[in-house]
């Protein structure tokens, strides 16, 4: 092998020459930081547990449910939700077995489930009472299979928990463009058989990068600052978008195998329909170009799929379509969701009957 040539050697040199000043600061704060004391957190982990709100239950099968037959408030983000489970652990009344009712089974997140709202206000609510009067003589029900925080992947576990105990004749699934592909992500690490062990980190604790960050107090706080931007970049990367999408072909799969019609309901992301600056508009390219690939994937699977864009776009040029401060619709909200729901699911309950 050649010697190092001397204007190799002096580029290596004046390139160490900028590397200790970076060191040395980088040392510094990092001991200012030991020095200070720990990080800061999200929240006191010694505080007492409040028992007057009512929270998931973890669960080797979903991940997480409600527990059943219970009536108490879900604590969302500061704003209290009225919730009353039934003997399934889900939203809403009771869920009848027998052979003449029609029953359509919503599957998704913190959407579908009803954020901030009553029960009766929610989408899968008002979408029960349209069936109910266009067919008057059929006994119609909708089964509210939103749990908080849930991805793509538990819902195709909540469609087979739901099968395992009643007939389903329709299913309508959500794809969030805000969460559901880094939800892939997150979920999978834990998925088949630890999902009760899930934990909401954007990398996995395991990884080297994760622990590399954990070691330095500069890092972390830099890594908490930032964690938005990191969480919007990963949403719409590949990786993410690949595992959306085995969810999602999966899910079409077991509906198409069980002569179940599925319609899929794309979520916007709150800052596509409420203006914004310039970071939104930037985070608002990447999420559309992730909404064009849905729709083509739903194309390529024969899926029907309704954007809920435009009908929020036209809602909140009138009234605000979202709740105070927060991402999550208002009652305005989930009437037009209903509203533009509603035909595909008419359609598809036609040939099912």
Known sequence: MS????RIRKILGRLLLLCIPFALAFG???????VAGKPTSDGDESA?????WLKVEKSAELGWIFPPDTTGTYKSSGRNTPLVTNTWGLRGPEVSTDTLTRRVLVLGDSYTFGWGMDDSAGFVRLLETSLRETYPETPVECINGGIPGYSIYQQIRMLEYVRERTEIHAVV????????????????RFAPGRLDEFSYELRDPASLSARFIAGSRLLTLADQRTTHMQFSLI???GECRGLADESLTRLANI??????????????????????????RALNGATNRLRGHFLELADN???????????????????????????HWNEAGHQAVTQALLPDVLEIWEMKQ
Do not use: H
């Open 3 to 6: 010697p190092m040539s001397p």
């Open 28 to 34: 510094t704060a990092e001991l200012l930081l030991r």
């Open 48 to 52: 007492p547990v409040d028992t007057r």
């Open 173 to 188: 699934a959500t794809i969030s463009l805000a969460n559901d592909p880094i939800d892939e992500l997150r979920i999978r």
């Open 235 to 237: 949403n719409t990367n």
């Open 255 to 280: 509906c198409r195998e069980a002569n179940l019609p599925l319609v899929w309901l794309i979520v916007p992301r709150t800052m596509e329909i409420r203006p914004g600056g310039f970071w939104r």
């Open 301 to 327: 699977l024969q899926v029907p799929i309704v954007d809920l864009k435009p009908a929020l776009e036209s809602v909140q040029a009138r009234q605000e379509s979202y709740l105070p401060g927060d991402s």
